[in-house]
């Protein structure tokens, strides 16, 4: 088994999330709904997008199981795919992650039913053991908890993953208010997840690298473990902070997630900053969540200090046509040029 801590105490680990949007862009995948079932239906598209990121510089292969919890299921009437989605998941992830050398990650997230105080608990607290169990019974390396807007919640799935002996990544996305469901702010739940036994803490989804910064500063001031950053690939403002809110002035204002985030993409350039500015706060655990793209994480990766694979690939405008400045190539067309 991988070791997650060994990992981030040589450097800085990439995580690629965004599976969801990803599948739903290439029509694998309902926006809405947005459950997992693409890895029952075309197992061979989750495997490819695995191994797409893993080329871009992720350094963790996440089993594609966001939203893919009973509770979730159970109310769009197919909670009878249950164990078998996240087996499956969990298989396509291991044999990529087994080919590649990188880390397995399980994953549970938030499920929307969670409410203090009522028999919510006890179904979210169930359903995340069920899932934590799989995980460790595929041989994760450690178990990704993310997108919790309630402290209160993700401590009952850091609780299942510690109980089933595995680290645990806890994330939170922090809304347009700047707060949590049941704590003041994002840097107190990171502050009691990593009291509970965290191993990385932080923040993931809903805000991209603009709003994300500034949230992401005060956690890493208010924890001593390994802070994680994980924004979405668009451009939030203060004015709008959170890709929910976002509003596209050419469509009359009218709302753009989810499926028309399209004008707002940040650049893989924004995506390279914001991972160089999350290095320099001393963040060492980062990725990009819903929308990420593999350009996207290479841009990370490359910002981190790695070369994948697909960096042999990346751009070099000096040896372009019309843009470039390599004499070689200037020469060549030139001489080209007066051939014509």
């Not at 908890?145 to 299942?160: D, I, P, Q, V, Y």
């Not at 702010?185 to 036994?197: M, T, V």
């Not at 690298?209 to 005060?218: A, G, N, S």
């Not at 929308?291 to 910002?303: L, Q, T, Y």
Request: proline letters at 6%; charged letters at 20%.
């Amino acid at each position: 088994m991988a070791d997650l801590s060994a990992m981030l105490k040589s450097g800085p680990v990439v995580c690629a999330e965004g599976y969801l949007f990803e599948c739903e862009r290439r029509g694998y995948l309902q926006a809405g709904a947005f459950v997992p079932e693409v890895v029952l239906e075309h197992p061979g598209v989750v495997s490819e997008l695995h191994r797409e990121f893993v080329h871009a510089g992720s350094d963790v292969v996440e089993a594609f199981t966001y939203y893919g919890h009973r509770a979730k299921l159970r109310v769009i009437g197919k909670e009878d795919i249950l164990e078998p989605l996240n087996q499956q998941a969990l298989s396509i992830a291991a044999a990529v992650a087994s080919e590649t050398g990188t880390l397995l990650a399980g994953n549970l997230c938030n499920t929307n039913v969670y409410e203090p105080g009522t028999p919510a608990v006890r179904e979210a607290r169930q359903a995340f053991e069920e899932q934590v169990a799989w995980a460790a019974d595929a041989g994760a390396d450690f178990v990704i908890a993310e997108t919790f807007s309630w402290l209160g919640e993700a401590l009952l799935a850091l609780e299942a993953i510690r109980a089933a002996g595995l680290p645990a990544v806890v994330t939170f996305a922090v809304h347009r208010d700047g707060t949590m469901r049941d704590v003041p702010s994002p840097e107190e739940a990171c502050r009691q997840a990593e009291q509970a036994g965290a191993a990385v803490v932080g923040l993931n989804c809903i805000r991209g690298p603009r709003t994300m910064l500034p949230v992401l500063r005060r956690v890493r001031e208010a924890v001593s473990c390994e802070v994680a950053a994980l924004p979405v690939p668009y451009r939030t403002t203060e004015a709008e902070p959170t890709m929910q809110s976002l509003r596209d002035p050419q469509r009359g204002g009218a709302q753009a997630f989810p499926t028309a985030l399209d004008p707002f993409t940040c650049t893989r350039q924004e995506l390279g900053e914001f991972a160089d500015a999350a290095l320099g706060l001393g963040v060492r655990y980062l990725g990009v969540c819903c929308g990420a793209a593999p350009h996207h994480i290479r841009a990370v990766a490359e910002a981190a200090g790695k070369t994948p694979p697909a960096s042999r690939y990346s751009p070099d405008m000096s040896r372009h046509s019309f843009l470039g400045t390599d004499p070689a190539i200037v020469k060549a067309y030139q001489e080209y040029a007066g051939n014509l």
